[in-house]
C-alpha cells in the first residue's frame, strides 16, 4: 500500500493533532492559556474540555506530530493514533504501554466523568458531565492490563492500562447515548493511508500554486483541515472554528479570511463559511458576535468587512454562484448594512459608531482610550465599500441601486469632512463632536477603500502605514508610541487581518511596493513563527493562541497573490 506524503511535522504544543470535521483533538492545551505535561482527547462540545488523559508507561517518551499520524516514541517503543472518523480515534501499541484516564479527578451530582464497564460489548465507557457525551474504549487487540475507577463516586482514580508486553490496539468514540458495538472496518493501516489522501487532496486543492519559495504552505492548509467541525448545535454549517484550543468559536469577521483562503479550492466550504454568522442574524440586522458549538453571543458585533471580503471571495470562486444564492446573500448583506445605518446613527449624524472596541475588533486598541462610543474611521470605510458591494449586487439581480451608492457616497463625504485631519483620521464622540488622534493603526484603515480615497489622502495613510512596518510586519501600535505593549493585544502586535486589508487597499490605491513589502514580510514571518493569534512586532515570536486559521488563511491568500503575480511577471 502507497501512504499519501503525511505532510510536515509540527510541533503538538502549538498545533493540535486533528481531522477535518471532527470535535476532537490531541493536544497538551487543557483551558486558556493552561498546557498539561501529558496529552489529552480534547472535546469543544460545550467549550474547550479535555477529556481523558494520555499517558505512556515510558517517562521519556517523545511527540511526533504529523497531520494524518501522531506517534509517541521510547526507545524501541512505539504508540501511534489515527483518525477512523470524525468521532473516532484508533491508537496501537508496540512494546509501550499507554494509561487512558479521566482527565477529571472527582465526579460531583453536576461534574467529571464517569467509568463503567457495559456489559452489552465488554467496552469501558467514560461519561462527561462537560460535554454532554461518552467516550467508550474497546479494545481491539492486546489486552487491558490493570483497571481503575469502575463505577466509583467522588474523588477516584479512572483509567484504563495497556501493557507494553504485547502489541494492543483500541478505538476511542465520542457519541451521545448509545450506538452498536464498536465495529474496526479498516485496518490501521489503511486508516491512515485514507487520512493520508485526503490531507494531500485537501493541500492540492487549496494551495496547488506552493513550492519551495511558499514553505509554509501545507501547514497552514494543516491548521485549516484540522480546525474544521461539522454541523452541531449551534454551528448550522462545515465551519472552521478559529482554533481547536481556547479560541474554539467563529467571529463574526473571522470567517471572511478563511472564506477568502478556501474560495479557489474548496468553494463549498468557502461559501459556508460566508454565511455561517448570518444564520443567526437577529430582528435588527445585526450579526453575533461569535458562534460555537453551545452559544451564541450578541453583546457586541463585529466591523462590516463583509462587503469587502464578498468582492474577494467572488473573485477568486471557480464558478458564480447562482441567483438565488446571490439573492440570499443580497437580502442578509442589505439587513447587516442597515443595522449599521439605522440602530447605529445618532440623530442627525451621517457616521455610524462603535459602542466598545470589541466592536471593531481591536478590542483594546488606543483608538478607544479617549472613549469607549466613538465614529472611528475604520467603520465608515468599511460600511463604504460595503454600501459599493451592495450596489453592485443590486444591478446584478436588477432591484434598484441608487440608494445605495447615494448613502455610500454619504458616508465617504462625512468620513473625509468629519474625521480627516489633514494628516490621518481620528475618532469622534457622537454626543459632543469632539475628536481624538491617536497612533493605532486602526486609524489608517480606510485605506481599504483604494482608489475610492482622494489621492493626497491615499498617500498620507501610506506614509503612515509605514511608520507601523517593523522588521516582521505591520505593528497595530508603533514600537516607539508610549502605550506600545509588547504583548498589548491590539496594542502593539502583528495581526493577521489588518495585515491583508491594508495590503489589499494599498495595491488598489497603487502603492504597490509597499503592499509587496508588507506581504513578504508577513509571509516570512509565518515561515519562521507558525499561525499565532497575533505576534510580537519587534522579536516575530508567535503570542496567545498558537493554531490560528485566520493567520493561516491570511497566509494562503498572500502566498497564493504573489505566486500569482510572479507568474504573470509582475
Not at 245 to 261: G, L, P, Q, Y
Not at 334 to 344: C, H, M, N, V, Y
Not at 433 to 438: E, M, N, V
Not at 512 to 532: M, N, Q, V, W, Y
Request: hydrophobic fraction near 40%; include cysteine.
Amino acid at each position: 500500500m502507497t501512504v499519501a506524503p503525511p505532510g510536515p511535522e509540527f510541533p503538538i504544543q502549538d498545533i493540535p493533532f486533528s481531522y477535518r470535521g471532527s470535535w476532537l483533538d490531541i493536544s497538551p492545551v487543557i483551558a486558556e492559556k493552561t498546557y498539561a505535561d501529558d496529552l489529552h482527547l480534547v472535546s469543544h462540545q460545550t467549550g474547550l474540555h479535555a477529556v481523558l488523559r494520555l499517558t505512556p508507561a515510558g517517562s521519556d517518551a517523545t511527540v511526533v506530530a504529523t497531520p494524518t499520524l501522531l506517534t509517541w516514541r521510547d526507545g524501541a517503543g512505539r504508540i501511534e493514533a489515527v483518525y477512523a472518523g470524525p468521532d473516532t480515534l484508533r491508537l496501537r501499541g508496540r512494546r509501550l504501554g499507554l494509561r487512558i484516564a479521566a482527565a477529571a479527578a472527582t465526579l460531583t451530582p453536576f461534574s467529571g466523568t464517569y467509568l463503567y464497564l457495559d456489559p452489552l460489548d465488554g467496552s469501558h465507557v467514560f461519561t462527561s458531565y462537560e460535554t454532554g457525551r461518552r467516550y467508550r474504549v474497546t479494545v481491539l487487540s492486546g489486552a487491558l492490563r490493570r483497571i481503575g475507577g469502575v463505577e466509583a463516586l467522588g474523588t477516584a482514580d479512572r483509567f484504563l492500562d495497556l501493557s507494553g508486553d504485547q502489541p494492543w490496539e483500541v478505538a476511542i468514540e465520542e457519541y451521545a447515548t448509545a450506538r452498536a458495538p464498536h465495529a474496526a472496518t479498516a485496518a490501521f493501516d489503511r486508516l491512515h493511508h485514507d487520512r493520508s489522501t485526503e490531507f494531500a487532496a485537501f493541500v492540492d486543492a487549496v494551495a496547488p500554486w506552493r513550492g519551495p519559495d511558499t514553505p509554509a504552505a501545507d501547514l497552514a492548509a494543516y491548521v485549516l483541515w484540522s480546525a474544521t467541525v461539522a454541523p452541531a448545535g449551534f454551528v448550522t454549517r462545515p465551519a472552521v472554528l478559529m482554533s481547536k484550543h481556547w479560541m474554539d468559536k467563529v467571529w463574526s469577521w473571522d470567517h471572511c479570511f478563511n472564506a477568502i483562503a478556501l474560495a479557489a479550492g474548496e468553494p463549498e466550504l468557502a461559501w459556508h463559511q460566508f454565511h455561517l454568522p448570518f444564520d443567526h442574524q437577529d430582528p435588527a440586522g445585526a450579526l453575533p458576535d461569535s458562534v460555537t458549538h453551545s452559544e451564541v453571543l450578541h453583546n457586541y458585533v463585529k466591523p462590516p468587512i463583509h462587503g469587502w471580503a464578498l468582492r474577494r471571495l467572488r473573485r477568486r470562486l471557480p464558478a458564480p454562484p447562482d441567483r438565488a444564492a446571490l439573492a440570499q446573500t443580497y437580502e442578509r448583506l442589505a439587513r447587516w448594512t442597515g443595522f449599521w445605518l439605522d440602530a447605529r446613527r445618532a440623530p442627525g449624524q451621517d457616521l455610524p459608531h462603535y459602542q466598545h472596541g470589541n466592536d471593531s475588533g481591536w478590542d483594546n486598541a488606543t483608538t478607544f482610550d479617549g472613549g469607549r462610543v466613538v465614529q472611528t474611521a475604520d467603520l465608515a470605510a468599511f460600511l463604504v465599500a460595503q454600501l459599493r458591494c451592495l450596489a453592485d449586487l443590486a444591478t446584478e439581480l436588477g432591484e434598484p441601486a441608487g440608494r445605495w451608492s447615494a448613502e455610500a457616497d454619504r458616508i465617504r463625504a462625512a468620513l473625509l469632512r468629519d474625521l480627516w485631519d489633514g494628516a490621518r483620521f481620528t475618532a469622534r464622540d457622537p454626543r459632543t463632536g469632539r475628536r481624538r488622534a491617536s497612533r493605532s493603526l486602526l486609524d489608517l484603515m480606510p485605506v481599504t477603500l483604494g482608489a475610492d480615497l482622494p489621492t493626497p489622502v491615499a498617500a498620507a495613510l501610506a506614509r503612515g502605514v509605514e511608520a507601523h512596518l517593523t522588521t516582521h510586519g505591520l505593528a497595530t501600535e508603533p514600537p516607539d508610541s508610549a502605550d506600545y505593549l509588547a504583548d498589548g493585544y491590539w496594542r502593539g502586535p502583528i495581526w493577521a487581518p489588518s495585515t491583508v486589508l491594508v495590503e489589499d487597499g494599498l495595491r488598489r490605491a497603487g502603492h504597490t511596493g509597499l503592499a509587496d513589502e508588507i506581504s513578504r514580510r508577513f509571509l516570512a514571518l509565518c515561515e519562521k513563527s507558525g499561525f499565532a493569534e497575533n505576534f510580537d512586532a519587534e522579536t516575530g515570536a508567535g503570542l496567545r493562541d498558537r493554531a490560528y486559521t485566520w493567520t493561516a488563511s491570511s497566509y494562503l491568500i498572500l502566498a497564493a497573490a504573489q505566486q500569482g503575480r510572479r507568474r504573470a511577471g509582475g
